[in-house]
T-cell receptor
Framework: GDSVTQMEGPVTLSEEAFLTINCTYT??????LFWYVQYPGEGLQLLLK?????DKGSNKGFEATYRKETTSFHLEKGSVQVSDSAVYFC???????????FGPGTRLSVLP | EAGVAQSPRYKIIEKRQSVAFWCNPI?????LYWYQQILGQGPKLLIQ????????DSQLPKDRFSAERLKGVDSTLKIQPAKLEDSAVYLC???????????FGSGTRLTVV
């Protein structure tokens, strides 16, 4: 079945450091890819998405590019802030929104 | 637009008791999902509704969990009887359609003691 693999955390960075959180997937067909963020004590929020190969999703300084050839959707940010500390989930769904699958999550801690 | 509403926010029950969670999705969202998120893990889909019909309940422990979506709007998820391993956050999400992503509620944190 479809699955998502993320780099294990926790990831600890200093403020203004460059962030990469790796995400790879296994899926049949042409899935849509998502990054969700969960701040402490809060629910999941959609951070960005990409629906086809080579699409780049971006939001709040975060970016991820849908790479079909490497089945990857790595999350990047050029300069992290303390307020970015959260758990980040990579996820995919089938073209019609079925089979929505989350990765295990990567906890990011940004130190001042 | 209003978000996905869930209640209660927190619930503590003893094992073998029953509990019910309520979800009101975003208006116009035909698809509704219930997820279970155990501490330190990603959310796991329990059940997916399209309007008031079940699309996928393959991971719902049907011996103790049940869910319904009345009139294709609100939904309730019930656990009877609860076990210690049911302690988790139960998330409701709704979606307008494919490729739009889901909007999640704040969740109900269940503790079974």
């Amino acid at each position: 079945g479809d699955s998502v693999t993320q780099m294990e955390g926790p990831v600890t960075l200093s403020e203004e450091a460059f962030l990469t959180i790796n995400c790879t997937y296994t899926a049949t067909g042409y899935p849509s890819l998502f990054w969700y963020v969960q701040y402490p004590g809060e629910g999941l929020q959609l951070l960005l998405k990409a629906t086809k190969a080579d699409d780049k999703g971006s939001n709040k300084g975060f970016e991820a590019t849908y790479r079909k050839e490497t089945t990857s959707f790595h999350l990047e940010k050029g300069s992290v802030q303390v307020s970015d500390s959260a758990v980040y989930f990579c996820a995919l769904s089938g073209y019609y929104g079925q089979n929505f699958v989350f990765g295990p999550g990567t906890r990011l801690s940004v130190l001042p | 637009e209003a978000g996905v509403a869930q209640s209660p926010r927190y619930k503590i029950i003893e094992k073998r008791q029953s509990v019910a969670f309520w979800c009101n999705p975003i208006s116009g969202h035909a698809t509704l999902y219930w997820y279970q998120q155990i501490l330190g893990q990603g959310p796991k889909l329990l059940i997916q509704f399209q309007n008031n019909g079940v699309v996928d309940d393959s991971q719902l422990p049907k011996d103790r969990f049940s869910a319904e979506r009345l009139k294709g709007v609100d939904s309730t998820l019930k656990i009877q009887p609860a076990k210690l391993e049911d302690s988790a956050v139960y998330l409701c999400a709704s979606s307008f359609g494919a490729n739009y992503g889901y909007t999640f509620g704040s969740g109900t944190r269940l503790t079974v003691v």
